[in-house]
């Protein structure tokens, strides 16, 4: 059997099956310099008294100032702070500028936006080979409910609460619900852009607007004075082509001026009324989504959008045959 030495990467990939939260740990040094350090090797280890610990490598620039230190801060990272997390496990740079920093228990430097903080007193330090341990006894803390960030195989993680029931989606259908619908990814995907849709497509059939000509008109509320082979192309996931009479249409209603003669190199542009209405739109859309999603909490959403956006660039059908020259001969 292979012998396992703790610098053996087969035994730090083991301990890396072990999934932990990610933490900030800070102080001052003797020379008032603010020092600190990304670990995950955080524990709690007594609620009376109130007690936490954590480990710190012999070889770190930073054991001087800790082993001199009388207080610390332990920041546990929020999800949207991995970005910190890298920052701070980069050795011999100077880690607090630019930063938002209030001053805690002996003047150590607290970080803002994370899910919880703790100031402790140094209480104990042990050897533990080629670590310190410190163990700190909290005398302040702050909560803040942020999603934690997560550390799982080397890489970073976000939580998923597992306890969530997944619902039945056709409590009312009984004939649809079933295992198939239920598990079928064009049917959910195909169901929640229609019902997405629904309130939609009320707002689009007050300004006499057809889902294409909507499509169009959202297309050029991003980037104005497209030609209509643009378009086209642009919205070849839609299924269908943007010709030159899909946009005579939107012009007849004053949404879009177009600037040339029946060709798909003309240009097109909104007018006033068009981005009145694209912003319009927009803003119900937006408050649309807000509520379709109000029951997922913002990890869910982003890996929702996340695994949408793959399955998009997945089956992505490329650029449809170009309309090269007039639509109809000249
Ligand atoms: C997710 C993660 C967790 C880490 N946990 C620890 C730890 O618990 N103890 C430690 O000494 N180093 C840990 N490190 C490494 C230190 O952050 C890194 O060595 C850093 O450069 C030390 O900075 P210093 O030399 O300026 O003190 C961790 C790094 C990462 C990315």
């Keep these: 059997m292979a012998a396992t030495t703790p610098v053996d990467r087969q035994f730090r990939d083991a301990l890396g099956a072990f999934a932990t939260g990610v933490t900030i740990v800070t102080t001052r040094d003797q020379s008032q310099h603010d020092v600190g350090l990304t670990a995950n090797s955080f524990n709690s280890v007594s609620l009376d008294p109130p007690m936490v610990l954590w480990s710190l490598s012999k070889s770190s620039l930073s054991l001087a100032a800790f082993a001199a230190a009388k207080h610390f801060a332990v920041h546990i990272l929020a999800s949207d702070q991995d970005h910190l997390s890298t920052l701070f496990a980069r050795r011999g740079i100077e ?4 930063l938002d920093l209030e001053r805690g228990l002996g003047d150590v430097p607290l970080l803002s936006g994370c899910s919880a903080r703790f100031e402790c007193r140094t209480e104990f330090q042990y050897e533990g080979g080629d670590h310190v341990i410190f163990v700190g006894k909290v005398e302040k803390f702050d909560h803040f ?3 934690p960030l997560l550390f799982h195989s080397g890489r970073y993680a976000v939580a998923i ?7 039945n989606i ?13 598990d079928f990814l064009i049917y959910l995907l195909g169901r929640a852009h229609n019902q997405l849709f ?5 707002d689009l059939e007050r300004h006499g607007l057809s889902e294409d000509e909507w499509f169009v008109l959202s297309i050029l509320g991003v980037s104005d004075n497209r030609t209509i082979a643009d378009l086209d192309r642009l919205l070849a996931y839609t299924g ?3 010709t030159y009479e899909l946009v005579a249409g939107l012009a007849a209603g004053e949404f879009v001026n177009i600037r040339g003669a029946y060709d798909p190199r003309v240009v097109t542009t909104l007018t006033d009324k068009g981005r009145r209405v694209v912003i319009e739109l927009v803003s119900a859309a937006k408050a649309t989504e807000g509520h379709a999603t109000r029951n997922l909490d913002s990890e869910e959403i982003r890996l929702l959008k996340r695994a949408l956006r793959t399955t998009i660039r997945d089956t992505d059908p490329g650029p449809p045959p170009s309309l090269m020259g007039p639509i109809h001969g000249e």
Aim: glycine share 2%; proline share 3%.
């Design 170 to 182: 056709d409590t009312e259908n009984a004939e649809l619900d079933s295992s198939f619908s239920q």
């Design 145 to 147: 409910g942020r999603a």
């Design 161 to 167: 609460d597992k306890s969530r029931d997944t619902p």
């Design 198 to 202: 629904l309130e939609l497509r009320r």
């Design 95 to 98: 880690k607090f500028a630019n």
């Design 240 to 242: 269908t082509r943007v």
